[in-house]
């Protein structure tokens, strides 16, 4: 039972347009939700996350959205370079240090 | 500040071998996760240690184990390896100073190769 989904394994965007990743969770129990990029060869890192008290958080060309009754939070770059070709993993967890579930990533390419 | 490493990067086992995978996190970071990647699944969660005591635990089964020492370094352990055990194998530590929203820092991964 997969609580958090991605349901398009692959993306493909023009340099300097939007690129938007979406994110679907089950569990209504969670609370904070995080977005991982990750390069072949290397561990995934972290680049935004979003309490369930907010609906919308920024840091410079990523901004992430959250609608928690439609349990749907997307992330969008702008604009997109080609450095932002990577997987990019959806996450979730709920307070109190419970185990965070991660998607099954989406694969984006942004071509120059 | 150096950060989480994993050795080794690469290892190729055949069935029904054991192994064991190291994690150092990074200095000062207390808690250490570990996760398995294969291609469609994602990070599937397997377990976290904090002070030496396993407080989560994910969905796999026994022959998967794991332990923390007092210096915060971990090791996993896999018996009797299986055809589907390949795959990344990923620890990620957090500095857990009672904030959950602690980012989590990954090492680069050990990928495992069951023949």
């Known amino acids: 039972d997969q609580q958090v989904k991605q349901n398009s394994p692959s993306l493909s965007v023009q340099e300097g347009r939007i690129s938007i990743l979406n994110c679907d969770y089950t569990?209504?129990?969670?609370?904070?939700f995080l977005w991982y990029k990750k390069y072949p060869a290397e561990g995934p890192t972290f680049l935004i996350s979003i309490s369930s008290i907010k609906d919308k958080n920024e840091d410079g060309r990523f901004t992430v959205f959250l609608n928690k009754s439609a349990k749907h939070l997307s992330l969008h770059i702008v604009p997109s370079q080609p450095g932002d070709s990577a997987v990019y993993f959806c996450a979730a967890t709920k307070t109190s240090y419970d185990k965070v579930i991660f998607g099954p990533g989406t694969s984006l390419s942004v071509i120059p | 500040k150096a950060g989480v490493t994993q050795t080794p990067r690469y290892l190729i086992k055949t069935r029904g071998q054991q192994v064991t995978l190291s994690c150092s996190p990074i200095?000062?970071?207390?808690?250490v996760s570990w996760y398995q990647q294969t291609p469609g699944q994602g990070l599937q969660f397997l377990f976290e240690?904090?002070?030496?005591?396993?407080?989560n635990k994910g969905n796999f089964p026994g022959r998967f184990s794991g332990r923390q020492f007092s210096n915060s370094r971990s090791e996993m352990n896999v018996s009797t390896l299986e055809l589907g055990d390949s795959a990344l194998y990923l620890c990620a530590s957090r500095l857990d100073r009672g904030d959950y929203t602690d980012t989590q820092y990954f090492g680069p991964g050990t990928r495992l190769t069951v023949l």
């Open positions: 240690y904090f002070s030496e005591t396993q407080r």
């Open positions: 200095s000062g970071h207390r808690s």
């Open positions: 569990n209504s129990m969670f609370d904070y």
